[in-house]
């Protein structure tokens, strides 16, 4: 059995001799239950390919490391003050 995307007929799966046994009330129901299968895969991943892109996103700071931040002129004259 070949793979078939959204928008594909389920009936391109079946061959000729087995088309015409099926009767017309099923193939309607098969291809109303087979259009709706492949739009809950087609959503279940794109939802994946977005939490992937989220957390790539969420957790690139933790990847690359930050540059050190500049000490500012008022740090460094604390410094060189006692108490």
Do not use: C, Y
């Amino acid at each position: 059995m070949a793979a078939v995307g959204e928008g594909e007929d389920f009936l391109s799966l079946v061959s000729v001799e087995e088309k015409d046994s099926i009767p017309e009330n099923l193939r309607r129901k098969l291809q109303d239950v087979w259009e709706l299968k492949t739009r809950e895969i087609t959503n279940l991943k794109v939802d994946v390919e977005k939490l992937k892109l989220n957390s790539d996103n969420e957790f690139a700071h933790l990847r690359t490391p930050s540059p050190p931040s500049p000490i500012s002129s008022n740090m460094l004259r604390g410094l060189g003050e006692s108490h």
